[in-house]
């Protein structure tokens, strides 16, 4: 099974770079990022957007 995403919008600065990356995976919501398709994109792809998250709001789900 696919892994999957979530973004915790506490940490979420808006900075926009996951959805500018993966909008078929994030999407803005009430201002901040939102994974509204947590297994919308190659694991790889994914990867890219939670390490380049500046504050580390991406979170794999376990
Ligand atoms: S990359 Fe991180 S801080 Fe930027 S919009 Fe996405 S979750 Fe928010």
Do not use: N
């Not at 803005?28 to 380049?52: L, R, W």
């Amino acid at each position: 099974m696919a892994r999957s995403v979530w973004v915790d919008r506490e940490e979420c600065i808006s900075c926009g770079l996951c959805v500018s990356l993966l909008p078929e995976v994030f999407r803005f919501e009430g201002g901040k990022s939102d994974a509204y398709a947590p297994t919308g994109a190659p694991e790889e792809k994914i990867q890219e957007c939670v390490d380049g998250c500046p504050v580390g709001a991406i979170h794999w789900k376990d």
